[in-house]
C-alpha cells in the first residue's frame, strides 16, 4: 500500500474519525428515542463512549510510549470498532444498546488519543501546526452532519445507523494509512514519569479543570438536538446549528498557531471557559435559533480554542518521551470522567429540573472549571 505524508494520513484519519462524530452526536440520540428510551436511558447510552475513554486509553498509551506500536493499536481499534458496531441493527431495548455500545466503545476508546501524540510529535519536528491537520476533522464533521439532516428527515433515523457504518469502514481504510509505528524508545523517555506529572499541582489542577469544562457540555452533546427537535426545529435547521458550530471550530483551528503564540495555553484555556458560561446561558434562555445561532459559534472557543490549547499543555507537562502517555491521560480525565459527568448528569437531572435549568447548571460548571484553570502557573 502506498504510503500518504505522515501529516496528510494523521489529517485523513481525523477526517474519518470526525465525520462519523458528525452523524453520532446530532442524530444517533434521535434514534434512541425513537426507539422508546427515556432521558436516563439514552444519558447512560451516551456515558459509556466516555467511560470507555476514561479506562481504556491510558494504559494502551503507556504500553505505546514503551513499545513504538502506535499505528498497529489504531488500526486495530478501528476494525473491532466497525465490527462492534454492526449488531447495533439488531437492538430494540435499552440492555442490547448498552451491550453493544460498551463493546463498541471499549474498542473505539485508544485510537484517537495515540493519533493526537503523533500529531503533537510532528508539529514538534517542524511539520505543519496542530490545528492545520486537526481542521479537517472538522471540515469533515460539519460536511457529514449537514448531509444527515435531510437524509434523516426523508428516510426516518434508521438511517442514522447505515451512515455510521459506512464511515467506520472509511476510518479502517484511513487507520491503514498512518505513519509507521515509531522505533520503541531507549532508555529513561524524556520528561517526568506519568505519575511524577500527576503528583504535581499544576497538572492536576489543569486536569480537573478539563474535567468540569467537558462536563459543562453533558447537556449540548446529549440532549441540544433532542430538546430543539421536541420544540419543532426540523431536521435540516438541527444540521445548519451544527454546521455553524463546528464553522466556527474550522475557522478558530486555522487561526490557533498565532493566537497560541501570543496567549499561551492557560490564558487561552481560561479565556474559553468564561465563553463557555456565556453559552450554556443562551441555550438555557431560548430554543429560538436565530438567538442559538451565536451560541453555536461559540463553540470556535468553548470546543476548538480549549481543545488545541490543552492538548499542547499537556504535550509541555508530560513531555515528548511521553507524549502518547500524556494524551491519553488527558483523554481519559477530561473527555472520559468529564464526559460521564456531563452526560450521566444530564441524563438524570433533565426529566427533575427540564432542559434549561440543565444549562443553566452547565454554566455554573463552565465557571468552576475555568477558576480553577485560572489557578495553573502559567509557564514561561
Given at each position: 500500500m502506498s504510503r500518504l505524508a505522515p501529516a496528510a494520513a494523521i489529517s485523513?484519519?481525523?477526517?474519518?474519525?470526525?465525520?462519523?462524530?458528525?452523524?453520532?452526536?446530532?442524530?444517533?440520540?434521535?434514534?434512541l428515542d425513537r426507539l422508546g428510551f427515556d432521558s436516563a436511558q439514552i444519558g447512560i447510552v451516551n456515558a459509556i463512549l466516555p467511560l470507555c475513554g476514561a479506562l481504556v486509553p491510558a494504559l494502551l498509551g503507556h504500553l505505546s510510549d514503551r513499545l513504538g506500536r502506535r499505528r498497529f493499536v489504531v488500526v486495530v481499534s478501528s476494525v473491532l470498532g466497525l465490527l462492534a458496531f454492526l449488531p447495533m441493527f439488531g437492538v430494540s431495548g435499552f440492555p442490547g444498546a448498552m451491550a453493544v455500545m460498551a463493546v463498541y466503545a471499549a474498542a473505539r476508546a485508544p485510537a484517537l488519543p495515540l493519533v493526537e501524540a503523533?500529531?503533537?510529535?510532528?508539529?514538534?519536528?517542524?511539520?505543519?501546526a496542530y490545528g492545520r491537520m486537526r481542521v479537517w476533522g472538522s471540515f469533515a464533521f460539519i460536511l457529514s452532519s449537514l448531509a444527515a439532516g435531510p437524509l434523516v428527515g426523508r428516510l426516518g433515523e434508521g438511517?442514522?445507523?447505515i451512515l455510521i457504518?459506512?464511515?467506520l469502514m472509511v476510518g479502517v481504510a484511513a487507520a491503514l494509512h498512518l505513519p509507521p509505528d515509531p522505533a520503541p524508545s531507549r532508555g529513561r523517555p524524556a520528561g517526568d514519569g506519568a505519575g511524577q506529572a500527576l503528583r504535581r499541582?499544576?497538572?492536576?489542577?489543569?486536569?480537573?479543570?478539563?474535567?468540569?469544562?467537558q462536563a459543562s457540555h453533558g447537556p449540548y452533546y446529549v440532549f441540544f438536538s433532542l430538546h430543539l427537535r421536541q420544540a419543532g426545529v426540523p431536521p435540516r435547521t438541527l444540521g445548519l446549528l451544527w454546521a455553524a458550530a463546528i464553522g466556527g471550530e474550522i475557522?478558530?483551528?486555522?487561526?490557533?498557531?498565532?493566537i497560541l503564540m501570543r496567549h499561551g495555553p492557560v490564558s487561552i484555556m481560561t479565556a474559553c471557559s468564561a465563553l463557555a458560561v456565556a453559552r450554556w446561558t443562551l441555550c438555557a434562555l431560548s430554543v429560538e435559533p436565530l438567538l442559538l445561532l451565536p451560541a453555536q459559534v461559540l463553540h470556535a472557543a468553548?470546543?476548538?480554542a480549549f481543545h488545541v490549547a490543552a492538548v499542547s499543555h499537556a504535550f509541555s507537562e508530560f513531555g515528548r518521551g511521553r507524549s502518547a502517555t500524556g494524551q491519553a491521560i488527558f483523554s481519559s480525565a477530561t473527555y472520559g470522567l468529564g464526559s460521564i459527568l456531563g452526560m450521566v448528569g444530564s441524563g438524570l437531572l433533565r426529566d427533575l429540573i427540564g432542559t434549561p435549568a440543565l444549562f443553566g447548571a452547565a454554566a455554573g460548571t463552565a465557571l468552576a472549571g475555568g477558576l480553577l484553570l485560572a489557578s495553573v502557573p502559567r509557564p514561561r
Open positions: 485523513l484519519f481525523y477526517g474519518a474519525w470526525f465525520a462519523t462524530l458528525g452523524v453520532y452526536l446530532p442524530y444517533f440520540n434521535l434514534y503523533s500529531a503533537l510529535e510532528i508539529v514538534e519536528r517542524g511539520g505543519p438511517v442514522v445507523l457504518t459506512m464511515l499541582p499544576s497538572v492536576v489542577l489543569f486536569l480537573l479543570g478539563g474535567v468540569l469544562m475557522l478558530m483551528m486555522l487561526r490557533m498557531p498565532s468553548t470546543f476548538a
